[in-house]
Antibody
């Protein structure tokens, strides 16, 4: 069974940094593309970034380019999202999802709150 | 960016009756590899989204066969043949053809 478990969310001040993690199990992690999708409170869904399983290709939505970095550690079957220069509009639940084009499996999400 | 629109945004339904949600994209979702990356996810209150349909009409394992997807190019539809109580929630269409991939605004299905 595919499992995706996010962690690392919390309360951070504007301009601060946070690193999200996603522990994956139940599939061969290195062979799949992975993505982060976020949902602001009471709002819809938004893709944030995706990465190829071997780390050789990645892309970001314009609003996070230059501030967020997606990465993987295949030895740990883990996906990460390093978030710098956080803004209030980054406040959201962040979901780790397998297969960016297809969104096959979702984690439960981790809440990031950017506020002073 | 590809804009995804859905209608209606709110859908009151009666148990046992059919329901339909329309999704339109601002440009064709046919990828250069011939696939059409149009999917549907369901989100129940307090839960993470769950995929129901991918590549227009392919249903995930475990998804009841009362759910079906159809369409092509820029016009797509999600149908529920007979609504059950567990079907309430918000339904989002999504496109995974053109980056940045985008979601529709969501359709809230309310059980009457």
């Amino acid at each position: 069974e595919v499992q995706l478990v996010e962690s690392g969310g919390g309360l951070v001040q504007p301009g601060g940094s946070l690193r999200l993690s996603c522990a994956a199990s139940g599939f061969t992690f290195s062979t799949y593309w992975m993505t982060w999708v976020r949902q602001a409170p009471g709002k819809g869904l938004e893709w944030v970034a995706y990465i190829k399983g071997d780390g050789t290709d990645e892309n970001y939505v314009d609003s996070v380019k230059g501030r967020f970095t997606i990465s993987t550690d295949n030895a740990k079957n883990s996906l990460y999202l390093q978030m710098n220069s956080l803004r209030a509009d980054d406040t959201a639940v962040y979901y780790c999802v397998r297969e960016p084009r297809q969104l096959a499996n979702w984690g439960r999400g981790t809440l990031v709150t950017v506020s002073s | 960016d590809v804009v995804m629109t859905q209608s209606p945004l709110s859908l009151p339904v009666t148990l046992g009756q059919p329901a339909s949600i329309s999704c339109r994209s601002s440009q064709s979702l046919v990828h250069s590899n011939g696939n059409t990356y149009l999917g549907w996810v369901q989100q129940r209150p307090g839960q993470s989204p769950r995929r129901l349909i991918y590549e227009v009409s392919k249903r995930d394992s475990g998804v009841p066969d009362r759910f079906s997807g159809s369409g092509s190019g820029t016009d797509f539809t999600l149908k529920i043949s007979r609504v059950e109580a567990e079907d309430f929630g918000v339904y989002y269409c999504l496109q995974g053809t053109h980056w940045p991939f985008t979601f529709g605004p969501g359709t809230k299905v309310n059980i009457q």
